[in-house]
Each structure stands twice: as structure tokens, then as C-alpha cells.
């Protein structure tokens, strides 16, 4: 049985990050040098040597671990970006806002307003990228897509895993059946909030979904989700 070490394959680890690096843009990152990104990967497969079966093909294996590398850098700076919407409590669903005067979010808040200015390119940053495309790269070892659809169902079960029956019914019904505030409050007899605002509020349901988002929140950096 073989028994090679990183420094026998270094040569074609280094192969694999210059296709990679001719694939791959990370340039809406700014703080992070694709050299930073290698590093990072270096390291991992080094320490992940022992998990490679030498009797298998090197060179799948170490593009395998340099994708999931790359992809979950993207997916633990890619919340920095992130629309501050998402935790606001004025924060109605999609583009909803219960602030504005056309009931959408936009610059009339200053804190949209500044993300719109500095943020909102790298927020629209493709995840997917031109990896996908890996036909020039001479042979198929990087994976094809990534399945989104399949990713959301996992965050929804693991989220779901934190909450009791109660709050499981309400999340359901918000992010899953995507149903209305109102009917949820219906379901639930929550009180309207007693404010004066023109877009009705429930003070519970913006609680029960800052909470939903704090743990989604701490399933996508510690879980591999994507």
C-alpha cells in the first residue's frame, strides 16, 4: 500500500489551485486574497491527509475538499453582506417594509440606504460562480451545482429541531406554507400591536422571528448546510 505524503502531492494540489483561481472570482471579498484562500486550503488537506484512501486517485479527492473549502468561506463572509432588513423589526417579508411610505424597502431608511451603497454588489454576488463550469479544467472531480432547494429544506429540519410544538407551527406556517402574518395571528389569537402605524404589527410574531433568525443564523456557521 502507498504511503505518500502531502509533500509528494504538493505539486498537483498547487495545479488544482491555479485552475481554481482561473474559475473563481472572489473579489467582492475584499479583506480576503485568493493567496489567504489557498493558505486555508493547504492547510486543510494537510490536515486532513489521513482521510485520503491512497489507493484512490489524489486529485478528485483534494478538488473535493478545496470546493467545500471555497464554498463555505463564501457561506461564512456572505452574511456580512446581507440586507439589514433581515433582523429589522419593521421587516414584513420579501421586500416588505412597514416603515416606508410605499410599503417597500428602500433608501428612505438609513440603514438600507447604506447597504445599498456599500454592500449591495457583493450581496448580489452569484454563490454558484463559473466553477460549475469546470470543463476546462481537463477532468470531472468538482461537483456540478449546488442544490439550493435542497440546502433550504435542510435549514428549515434543523431549525425546526430547536423549537418546541408550538413555535415549530408558527415557523412552519411563516417560512414553509408562507403564509400571511394576519393568518398566523388569527391561528394563534395574537394581539395587534396598539401602535398607530398603517401596516399592521404583532409584537410575538416579530419576536418568534428574530429568534427563528438567530438560530438559522448559528445552523449556517457551525452546520454544512449548501
Known sequence: ?????????????????????AKWQLDAL?????????QIIRFHIFKKWHLWDQERPFKPWAAMVASHQIKNLIRNHYSNFTKPCLRCEHNLGGDGCAISKN????????????????????YNLKLALPIE????????????NIDFEKAEKKLHLLVL??????????YTMLYIDNLDESVVAKHFKFKRDSSKRKTVRYKQISNLKKKFFEIAKTILKEEDVI
Open 161 to 170: 429541531e430547536q423549537l418546541n410544538e408550538k413555535h415549530k407551527k408558527v
Open 103 to 122: 410599503g417597500l424597502q428602500n433608501e428612505q431608511c438609513a440603514m438600507y440606504a447604506k447597504w445599498k451603497k456599500k454592500k449591495e454588489s457583493a
Open 1 to 21: 500500500m502507498s504511503n505518500l505524503t502531502y509533500e509528494d502531492k504538493s505539486a498537483e494540489l498547487e495545479d488544482i489551485l491555479v485552475k481554481y483561481r
Open 133 to 144: 463550469d469546470n470543463s476546462c479544467l481537463g477532468e470531472s472531480f468538482i461537483e456540478d
Open 30 to 38: 475584499a479583506w480576503l486574497d485568493y493567496s489567504d484562500v489557498c
